[in-house]
């Protein structure tokens, strides 16, 4: 596996736009630690590390992952891009790509988005590449924390 370290080649950041569950963000900072995210930007009614639920949940990882808060996603989208960050948002579209043959740019920023409606679309819109992971089961989709974690494990393994 790759190691997240080296800044001008690697360095990956999470950008959580309107999850409902704080649990959820919580579990974000436990995955992030544990593979390398450099910063997680926590958008629009995004819970932060000072509620209770996301500090129960990252067991601490909230106190090493550095982050930030922004109202709008999108123009937290278009700074990234100015800074030179690959835009990639993880949502099931018509024009998504299986996320296992996914090659990514560096530095990548990876949107996911509400557990209900997903990614809104003027994300989805600014995103350079959509991806999803198959399912095979009879739900339409993944928990979302579980679905960051499997993503990023994907995507650094690439």
Do not use: C
């Not at 278009?78 to 296992?100: H, P, R």
């Not at 990514?104 to 959509?130: C, H, Q, S, Y």
């Amino acid at each position: 596996m790759k190691t997240i370290t080296n800044l001008n080649t690697n360095i990956m950041v999470l950008i959580a736009n309107d999850i409902r569950s704080a649990w959820n963000v919580g579990s974000f900072f436990r995955t992030a630690d544990g593979i390398g995210i450099s910063k997680i930007y926590l958008t629009g009614y995004t819970a932060t590390p000072e509620n209770d639920r996301v500090i129960k949940t990252s067991l601490g990882a909230e106190k090493f992952i550095p982050w930030e808060k922004y109202r709008n996603g999108w123009r937290l989208v278009d700074k990234l891009k100015k800074e030179g960050f690959y835009i990639v948002a993880l949502e099931q579209t018509k024009n998504s790509i299986d996320i296992t043959k996914f090659k990514p740019k560096f530095p990548l920023a990876l949107i996911v988005g509400n557990e209900i409606r997903g990614v809104t679309k003027g994300l989805l819109d600014r995103a350079d590449k959509k991806v999803a992971i198959p399912q095979y089961g009879h739900k339409e989709s993944l928990n979302v924390a579980v679905a960051f974690g499997i993503a990023v494990w994907q995507i650094t393994k690439n």
